[in-house]
């Protein structure tokens, strides 16, 4: 059964990924890894998740950067921990990472990321074409790109919650942007500012519009309680007030 990718993260090793020898391991053991790169597969895994992206029978894909194969080689080695990940082994040289600055850095893990993702679904254009589109994006925005969360669509309006994760490695928020389609009057505004990047799942369930407020209510579980109980709900940003400063 083919999963919606849910989530892309970062390993390293310089043993082979294989059973019997340890686990990849952070990529900080072997070159300079600055924290704030492994939001980077969040995001991508978030745009390409939302659009509906799967890359066959797991959700989360771990990419582990290894000298044990030939630089820019990508390889799916034999260990699966869990149905529900997979890792691909992608070829570097850590003495040649070491080398490079932070942007520079950074810019490999972008293209790095794509690279895999493509290699994974090079045989479907489609896929193809999403993954393509992503990386435009994510080259236009860069850390500022909008990562979707929820919408609501009715013939008098639209509603679309995202957020922005880690932007400029300041602190991630919420995002609203409302459309009255007979007027043709939209407006975006920073509704709630996030104390965990990903709070916004939890705290986005359901979006309601009534007496010209947006009602954001989170989602009603026990897990999702766990994240929300420290922020005041339902939000509700008034459309009159914001369309109309």
Not at 51 to 70: E, K, R, V
Not at 187 to 210: C, E, H, N, Y
Request: hydrophobic fraction near 35%.
């Amino acid at each position: 059964m083919d999963k919606t990718l849910v989530d892309i993260r970062y390993y390293a090793s310089d043993k082979p990924n294989e059973t019997g020898e340890s686990l990849p391991s952070s990529c900080s053991r072997f070159f300079e890894f600055p924290m704030l790169l492994n939001y980077w597969g969040a995001r991508i895994a978030i745009i390409l998740g939302s659009a509906g992206l799967s890359l066959g029978d797991f959700d989360h894909l771990y990419i582990n950067y290894t000298n044990t194969i030939s630089k820019g080689s990508l390889v799916f080695p034999e260990r699966t921990p869990e149905k529900w990940l997979r890792y691909i082994d992608y070829g570097v040289s850590f003495d040649d990472l070491k080398l490079l600055k932070e942007s520079e850095l950074e810019g490999f893990i972008i293209r790095s990321t794509f690279e895999c993702l493509q290699h994974i679904c090079n045989e479907s254009k489609e896929k193809m074409e999403m993954i393509k589109s992503a990386a435009m994006d994510v080259e236009k925005y860069g850390t500022e790109i909008e990562l979707p969360v929820k919408s609501k669509k009715t013939k008098s309006y639209s509603v679309v919650v995202s957020y922005k994760l880690r932007p400029q490695g300041e602190g991630s928020y919420g995002i609203v942007t409302h459309t009255n389609h007979k007027t043709g009057a939209s407006f975006s505004k920073r509704f709630i500012d996030l104390k965990g990047p990903s709070d916004i799942f939890s705290l986005v369930g359901s979006i309601t519009v009534k007496n010209n407020k947006i009602v954001i209510k989170p989602r009603a579980s026990f897990r999702a309680n766990i994240y929300t109980n420290s922020y005041q709900v339902p939000m509700e940003v008034d459309i009159n007030a914001t369309a109309n400063p």
